[in-house]
């Protein structure tokens, strides 16, 4: 099974970036952040026409999560569980032949003297807990998506200057390290501890990509049982140098006998 996960910054602005992907890399499942699109207005058909089945929920200019994938899922629910309707687009899960795939669009924060700095480090409490609720660390569970958080040094472009900036803030860690404490292992690292690769480069800053000005925030973990038998994982930089790209671009996990 190869699982990709991709913040578009807008679905219906980066269709043409998606389906060239989806071409290219024949992902069995892609999990998709900030579509910002009312499910209404979400752009199933071209997803449809590829053989892909999309499972969705999205608001108006804002957030949106969604799982495109090859094969249909047993179950799909979104949000925390709760009558929360305001965090369903920012969360996604999927049951695909009994794994388990929770798709986040982590709160990005703004600055972190800020309310919404606090509302993020309270999200990942809920999101602890409703891994707690819901699962046991031997279960096989995927949680990917934007986390909004370079959690390591090398993650970052400058990890001196960068410290305590939005995304790279000590509280940030502590509350990212408290949900991957539950029982997740970082793939990417697990196949490539030393690399330095990012997976989000800031439109404002001139040619980011080319001058390496970028942090490693979208991530693929897993529990246990799905990182002993995952086989690589690598992120494609090229689709954030192609025309309209999204800031973000692909990272890419495949696993041993799961799927197709």
Known sequence: MKIASFNANGIRARLPVILKWLKQ?????????????????????????????CNFKGQKSYNGVAVISKQEPREVSTGFGDDDAQEKPRLIRVNIDGIEIVNTYVP?????????????????????????????????????????????????????????????????????KNVMEWGFIDIYRRHKPAEKA????????????????GWRIDHIWATRSLAEISKAAWIDQQPRLW??????????????????
């Open 243 to 260: 025309q309209r790209p999204s800031d973000h671009t692909f990272i890419v996990a495949e696993f041993e006998n799961l799927g197709s």
């Open 25 to 53: 890399e024949s992902v069995d499942i892609l999990c998709v952040q900030e579509t910002k699109v009312q499910d209404h207005d979400f752009p199933l058909q071209p997803f449809v026409d590829e053989g892909y089945y």
């Open 198 to 213: 990012f997976t989000f480069w800031d439109y404002r800053i001139p040619n980011a990509v080319k001058r390496g000005l």
């Open 108 to 176: 990005q924060g703004r600055a972190p003297d800020s309310d919404q700095f606090k509302y993020k480090i309270t999200w990942f409490e809920r999101l602890r807990k409703y891994f707690e609720t819901n699962y046991t660390a031997d279960m096989p569970i995927i949680w990917t998506g934007d986390f909004n958080v370079a959690l390591d040094p090398i993650d970052v472009y400058d990890p001196k200057e960068l410290l305590g900036s939005i995304g790279y803030h000590p509280e940030e860690h502590i509350a990212l």
